[in-house]
């Protein structure tokens, strides 16, 4: 199993900011690589899939980088809307388990 | 509009079974992988099982091999998963989702409560 970590567990932003998640594989998984946004009693939302192609409707301030192990999502100007928890996801082709990362919950500072 | 509506959560015993069930709409269901994640009270999400579009792969976590079980009815643009032996950490809010790697569409989620 892949295993995904995440940092920092918390991340404390003023609105207008930069937010800047990593993300981590325990072994390469090329750019096979999702985030995902959720906030409390909702489903996830897809921002970004292939490490950094944004997914459909989602605003040009969310962006993703990386490949291979190593990956990072950046909010480049944090809006009230954007204080929620956030999560990366592997989804190579092997092994099958599609892990996520524990999750980065971003908080007002 | 793409629409994934899970039904069949609700209370039960350790060592007890329950069906999930996932109702598709919206795009050509036989056409996707589709898979079940799910999130404990509180916690990450767990990524559960995936199913390919004809039923002849399936993919589970450790944690529930051998005691759950994913399946599809594509005439009746339906996802289901069968759940035995429950646990008390099985105990989470379980949501399908379309695809097998990057998931664009979720359903709103079942809460699974295994408890005594």
């Known amino acids: 199993e892949i295993v995904m970590t995440q940092s920092p567990a918390t991340l404390s932003v003023s609105p207008g900011e930069r937010a800047t998640l990593s993300c981590r594989a325990s072994q390469s998984v090329s750019s096979n690589l999702a985030w995902y946004q959720q906030k409390p009693g909702q489903a996830p939302r897809l921002l970004i899939y292939?490490?950094?192609t944004r997914a459909t409707g989602i605003p040009a301030r969310f962006s993703g980088s990386g490949s291979g192990t190593e990956f990072t999502l950046t909010i480049s100007s944090l809006q009230s809307e954007d204080f929620a928890v956030y999560y990366c996801q592997q989804y190579n082709n092997w092994p099958p388990e599609k892990t996520f990362g524990q999750g980065t919950k971003v908080e007002i500072k | 509009e793409v629409q994934l509506v899970e039904s069949g959560g609700g209370l039960v015993q350790p060592g007890g079974s329950l069906r999930l069930s996932c109702a598709a709409s919206?795009?050509?269901?036989?056409?996707?992988?589709m898979s079940w994640v799910r999130q404990a009270p509180g916690k990450g999400l767990e990524w559960v099982a995936n199913?390919?579009?004809?039923?002849?792969?399936?993919y589970y976590v450790d944690s529930v091999k051998g005691r759950f079980t994913i399946s599809r009815d594509n005439a009746k643009n339906s996802l289901y998963l069968q759940m035995n032996s429950l646990r008390a950490e099985d105990t989470a809010v379980y949501y399908c989702?379309?695809?097998?790697?990057?998931?664009?569409?979720w359903g709103q989620g079942t809460l699974v409560t295994v408890s005594s």
């Open positions: 199913i390919k579009q004809d039923g002849s792969e399936k």
């Open positions: 292939g490490a950094s």
């Open positions: 919206g795009f050509t269901f036989s056409s996707y992988w």
């Open positions: 989702a379309r695809g097998s790697g990057s998931y664009g569409y």
